[in-house]
């Protein structure tokens, strides 16, 4: 891991860890929050059905208030027709109203009639409370609630129940009324859960927002990082280059001085002593094989500095162009090893610049240098060819191959250098360099792009 990574990622966690901490404690506040308003609602909750309970009670006493205080009807008939007045009253779901006497005698009761008549002072619920008697208590005190288990006409269930009474001390009666707390629990089961939605919605807003945050750091990271390297890229690719004329300008220069000077110095000796020997073969004296000897190490001496110069840099790949000192490195390359080449050129007037020529020249003498060491080969085709885009190399042998992947694994620090070498000469010319490998040989493909090269088409021929 890099400086620069474990610098970001220094920033990053303890960011994402105090947005986290920070979701974690809203959240706890929030549900702490959610749940003393649960309180407060329920509480107000219950002032108000407390409170409509009482004017729906007090709006019953008032309907009945007329036949009270009716002269013109008998006590008997006052009371049926309160009676059915309180049996047809009713509001919102399961409201409605009941009536028993003082003694636990039930008068009206519109959802169970068979509870009329019938004395109900001792009846308790499933908890063991005695409604009737607390209804009852609750209205000679002047009206109260009373809290108890009763069956919900709209389910058919036992549920918990708040109930009011009043008294109507005229006639002895208990009127009352109430509500199902289950449908209050109900209310509260609602905004509960609108809290928590809310609670959720803000949480993950806040992690969302940390995220968003890492992201963005993470891709400012990165982009810095992609810049910078595109940088490096920039001034490596400058560097190669660099590098790379200053070689060619130094094979250059030594391949001049050893033509021009051992050369030529060599060729004075190798002179001198042909006319020694013919001076002293006159003589038959034995120093003539001597010389004859010298000569023949001079011989050899110049073929090899020769050589060197040519490997070097050279000299007919400026005077006579690119397709000619690949014909003339390819017959030397059968010359020595053997194995046949055939070459197909691309005849052109010579207008490729000297960068592009020499990186060709090396291309092609590295990949002939490698079949020569390594491949086994018999044969080696080298074509070139003219593409819409591109110039392009194909060097192909009949080789064993080999494994491309081997390049990475542990081998000498020198094994591979060629083809990296070869790939860095393309990348000099954002040019492309590929290499196919399997039993059956390797082709290698190199390609300089012509608009790097500033070759016009009209110097261009049809592939020979």
């Known amino acids: 891991m ?30 702490q929050l959610s749940s003393e308003l649960s309180g407060v609602f329920n509480n107000a909750l ?36 309160a009676k059915r007045v309180i049996s047809n009253l009713a509001y919102a779901n399961d409201g409605y109203f009941f009536v028993y006497n003082v003694d636990g005698e039930n008068i009206v009761h519109p959802k169970q009639p068979y509870r009329i008549g019938k004395n109900w002072l001792a009846l308790t619920d499933s908890e063991g409370k005695p409604i009737i008697q607390e209804l009852i208590s609750q209205a000679r005190l002047g009206g109260g609630f009373t809290e108890y288990l009763w069956e919900q006409p ?33 209310q509260l089961a609602n905004i509960d859960q609108v809290f928590n939605e809310q609670i959720q919605s803000t949480t993950l807003g806040v992690l969302g ?51 021009d000077g051992i050369s030529q110095r060599l060729v004075a000796v190798k002179y001198s002593l042909e006319e020694a020997r ?18 023949e190490n ?3 001496t110049l073929s090899e500095v020769r050589r060197m110069a040519r490997d070097l840099h050279p000299s007919i790949l400026d005077d006579l162009g690119l397709m000619v000192a690949i014909e003339s490195l390819v017959e030397q390359f059968e010359h020595r090893t053997g194995i046949d080449v055939t070459l197909n050129r691309v005849p052109f007037r010579n207008l490729l610049e000297t960068a592009a020529k020499t990186a060709l020249y090396r ?48 081998q000498p620090a020198d094994y591979g250098l060629g083809l990296r070498n070869m790939a860095e000469r393309m990348g000099y010319f954002k040019g492309r360099f590929e290499i196919e490998s399997s039993v059956s ?3 290698i493909h190199a390609a300089i792009p012509r608009s790097s090269l500033s070759l016009p088409s009209m110097a261009i021929h049809a592939t020979s």
């Open 154 to 186: 709209s389910t058919g269930l036992i549920t918990r129940k708040l109930g009011y009474s009043e008294l109507i001390p005229e006639w002895d009666w208990v009127v009352g009324t109430g509500v199902y707390i289950d449908d209050i629990d109900l």
């Open 46 to 81: 219950l002032d108000v059905n407390q409170e409509e309970l009482r004017k729906v009670t007090k709006m019953a006493r008032s309907s009945l208030t007329p036949l009270i205080d009716n002269t013109d009807l008998s006590e008997r008939e006052k009371k049926e027709e």
């Open 278 to 295: 013919l001076a002293v073969e006159s003589s038959q004296t034995q120093s003539a094989q001597l010389i004859r000897a010298g000569e």
């Open 298 to 300: 001079i011989d050899e």
């Open 2 to 31: 890099s400086l620069r990574q474990k610098i970001v990622l220094l920033t990053v966690i303890p960011m994402l860890v105090g947005m986290l901490v920070l979701a974690l404690l809203i959240n706890s506040q929030t549900r």
């Open 209 to 259: 927002i940390a995220l968003a945050v890492v992201v963005a750091v993470v891709l400012c990271g990165l982009a810095l990082q992609i810049n910078e390297l595109k940088s490096a890229d920039t001034k490596l690719l400058s560097l190669t280059k660099r590098v790379m004329n200053t070689q060619d300008e130094e094979r250059r220069r030594v391949s001049r001085e050893l033509h």
């Open 363 to 410: 291309v092609t003498q590295e990949a002939l240098s490698n079949i020569e060491r390594h491949s086994l080969a018999s044969k080696v085709s080298i074509s070139f060819e003219i593409q819409k885009e591109w110039f392009q190399l194909t060097i192909a042998d009949n080789g064993k191959g080999f494994e491309k992947n081997a390049l990475s694994r542990k």
């Open 441 to 443: 040989g390797t082709i």
